[in-house]
């Protein structure tokens, strides 16, 4: 056999090696130091698409209703600066219907998220306000029971469907981000959930895959810290 | 109808999901029941695995119940596509006709909430089912044959610790 193909073979069977021993080395490091999530929230909020983008690092090119829920695989990937190790989770329906699997997640999370639709809230829509107020009053039992708590974030989606986010500038968003806060009901879930000292509250859009990548990156950063 | 637990989410997503539990429809204030239909529906895809997945039409399987999901022609509010989950129990020998009684389930529920389901997710649902039948058979073979291999070892082992005077 020429020396070339045996180098040639050589070289495919050190990369393919090398491949499975990098695969492998992500699964040990997510099982020892991987982060579980649970991503809960009512219908329509964007639990699926942040789910997608977290464990496939794009998002849905269809969108469909979760009714049953979807197993969403482990996975480590690399966000700007962030080297983020995530478990298997679970993609839940939002239906009222599914609080025992909500509570089932939750128990098993290190990070919970609660997502609810921000436009919705400033808009100063009853249904919305009553339903976050419903789904908190559950959370905020969990998370009193759980002997370590985990990190519980409220994320506000939608952003993009209020004006007034829109028109402002990356310079003022803070001020933005502390008008929401300060809304009745957000300091209401605020206070339900430990208050500010133990939920962060984070705001975005999920529209496009950069404002994603923006929301996931804000948050991500001070689940690290 | 009544092996089943039929679920779908309602098209403005702010009223209760629709719950046919083995033929009766549940009220919006029944969340106990409710809460047992989505409990059964997880158990399945937590400890299953996928059999089938093809043009929306997704079929999950544990040792003794299925979930089918299928698209519906109709969109909720936002636009996404609605689809209707069937639970039920599957027995390898009854898969043809369990094909056929999902089909009936899921035509009845679909039109007593309004959806339409399309020919084409029907011909893929009775696919799916003839996937997991032979699924189903090549994995009771190879248990069957595990089983019998190991007995016939279990045997050989007493009968040559016989032959020894143990």
């Not at chain 2, 679920?7 to 549940?26: E, I, T, Y």
């Not at chain 2, 409710?34 to 093809?54: F, H, L």
């Amino acid at each position: 056999m020429p020396i070339p193909i045996i180098i040639a073979a050589i070289s495919v069977l050190i990369s393919v090696a090398a491949t499975i021993a990098t695969a492998a080395w992500d699964d040990i490091v997510i099982a020892l130091k991987g982060k579980r999530l649970a991503v809960l929230g009512a219908r329509g909020v964007g639990k699926t698409h942040l789910v997608k983008f977290l464990t496939t690092g794009s998002i849905p090119a269809e969108y469909k209703q979760t009714v049953a829920p979807e197993k969403a695989s482990a996975r480590r990937f690399y966000l700007k600066d962030l080297d983020l190790k995530l478990k298997e989770t679970l993609d839940v329906s939002g239906d009222k219907a599914a609080y025992a699997e909500w509570k089932e997640l939750h128990d098993e999370a290190d990070v919970v998220f609660y997502l609810l639709r921000a436009d919705r809230l400033i808009a100063g829509d009853c249904d919305v306000e009553s339903r976050v107020r419903n789904d908190l009053r559950h959370i905020s039992g969990w998370l009193e029971a759980r002997s370590s708590r985990p990190r519980f974030f409220i994320i506000g989606t939608h952003c993009d469907l209020d004006a007034e986010f829109l028109s402002t500038s990356s310079d003022k968003i803070g001020d933005y981000v502390d008008k929401f806060r300060r809304l009745p009901i957000v300091s209401e879930l605020v206070a339900r959930a430990g208050g500010a000292q133990q939920t962060k509250v984070i705001l975005g859009s999920m529209k496009t895959v950069q404002d994603t990548e923006a929301l996931v990156y804000q948050v991500f950063t001070q689940v690290v810290s | 109808m009544e092996k089943f637990i039929l679920w779908a989410q309602a098209l403005d997503n702010s009223s209760p999901d629709h719950f046919d539990v083995r033929g009766k429809m549940l009220s919006a204030d029944d969340s106990v029941r409710r809460q047992e239909a989505v409990s059964s529906v997880s158990s399945v895809i937590k400890n299953g695995t996928r059999v089938y997945d093809v043009s929306g039409v997704l079929l999950t399987a544990d040792d003794r119940h299925f979930v089918l999901e299928i698209p519906s022609a109709q969109r909720d509010l936002s636009g996404r596509t609605a689809p209707i989950v069937c639970y039920g129990e599957y027995d390898v020998v009854e898969s043809d006709a369990l094909g056929a009684s999902v089909a009936v389930a899921l035509d009845v529920f679909a039109k007593r909430i309004g959806r339409t389901l399309q020919p084409e997710h029907f011909k893929l649902m009775r696919i799916s089912f003839e996937t997991l039948k032979k699924k189903s058979s090549m994995t009771k073979l190879v248990r069957t044959v595990g089983i019998g291999a190991l007995a016939l070892a279990f045997l050989a082992i007493v009968y040559w610790l016989a032959q020894r005077g143990w």
